[in-house]
């Protein structure tokens, strides 16, 4: 292989990377994802929290991929379209922005969860669908389907196709894993009222990523019938 071609390679490679980060980053949402993250482990100490976020990490890194490389099989085999799963997917995260913003503080709490309890916890709730949602796989899902027309490729399984998509999705979670490993000093920094501030802002973000993805399904779905 020449070296214009290797170049021709690389280039496209990292253009659908970052087509991946600029897909999913909105939607993913890590420094909003952090300050709901931030609410939910209050009571858990430092140590704790590290090898949580790193089990979050992990499982939002395959959830994606995963979602990228078979969501428009599995989607097919079931035969659901990509629409439904906007409609339903807006409509969840519309409803967890709205409940996140209209809940009243937390009460503070004395117990203190074991171990065990919180890294049970890690996928479900904590990285689905805290950090990787409805939304997120949605995105995800059609992601996979519209990447080899953008590499001119004939799968996803194609060698380009999938180092771009595990180099969007690493720098994708690498942005996760900062945003909640760093979120209590960041908290610290801005104080108990702007962490306030920053949690209802977050709150209201999602509800409106929400709406959009719900829209959008919407229309799609009209599109279809014409």
Request: some cysteine.
């Given at each position: 292989?020449?070296?214009?071609?290797?170049?021709?390679?690389?280039?496209?490679?990292?253009?659908?990377?970052?087509?991946?980060?600029?897909?999913?980053?909105?939607i993913?949402?890590?420094?909003?994802?952090?300050?709901?993250?931030?609410?939910?482990?209050?009571?858990i100490?430092?140590?704790?929290?590290?090898?949580l976020v790193?089990?979050?990490?992990?499982?939002?890194?395959?959830?994606?991929?995963?979602?990228?490389?078979?969501?428009?099989?599995?989607?097919?085999?079931?035969?659901?379209?990509?629409?439904?799963?906007?409609?339903?997917g807006?409509?969840?995260?519309?409803?967890?922005?709205?409940?996140?913003?209209t809940?009243?503080?937390?009460?503070?709490?004395?117990?203190?969860?074991?171990?065990?309890?919180?890294?049970?916890?890690?996928?479900?709730?904590?990285?689905?669908p805290?950090?990787?949602?409805?939304?997120?796989?949605?995105?995800?899902?059609?992601?996979?389907?519209?990447?080899?027309?953008?590499?001119?490729?004939?799968?996803?399984?194609?060698?380009?196709?999938?180092?771009?998509?595990?180099?969007?999705?690493?720098?994708?979670?690498l942005?996760?894993?900062?945003?909640?490993?760093?979120a209590?000093?960041?908290?610290?920094?801005?104080?108990?009222?702007?962490?306030?501030?920053?949690?209802?802002?977050?709150?209201?973000?999602?509800?409106?990523?929400?709406?959009?993805?719900?829209?959008?399904?919407?229309?799609s779905?009209?599109?279809?019938?014409h």
């Amino acid at each position: 292989m020449t070296f214009d071609a290797i170049y021709h390679h690389v280039v496209l490679v990292l253009q659908a990377s970052i087509l991946v980060v600029a897909a999913l980053f909105p939607i993913v949402n890590p420094i909003g994802s952090a300050a709901v993250y931030l609410a939910m482990v209050e009571n858990i100490d430092l140590e704790l929290q590290r090898k949580l976020v790193y089990r979050i990490t992990m499982y939002s890194f395959f959830l994606l991929f995963i979602s990228m490389l078979f969501g428009g099989k599995i989607l097919s085999f079931f035969g659901i379209s990509l629409y439904s799963v906007q409609i339903a997917g807006g409509f969840i995260v519309a409803a967890n922005g709205w409940n996140l913003l209209t809940k009243s503080e937390p009460k503070d709490r004395t117990a203190t969860p074991s171990p065990e309890e919180v890294l049970g916890k890690a996928f479900y709730p904590y990285t689905l669908p805290v950090t990787v949602g409805p939304g997120s796989i949605s995105v995800a899902v059609a992601l996979g389907a519209h990447l080899p027309n953008q590499l001119h490729e004939p799968s996803f399984v194609s060698p380009d196709l999938l180092a771009a998509s595990i180099l969007g999705t690493l720098v994708m979670c690498l942005t996760i894993y900062i945003c909640f490993r760093w979120a209590r000093s960041a908290a610290t920094m801005l104080g108990k009222s702007g962490t306030t501030v920053l949690m209802r802002l977050s709150s209201f973000i999602v509800f409106c990523i929400g709406v959009q993805i719900l829209a959008s399904g919407i229309r799609s779905y009209i599109q279809s019938m014409h």
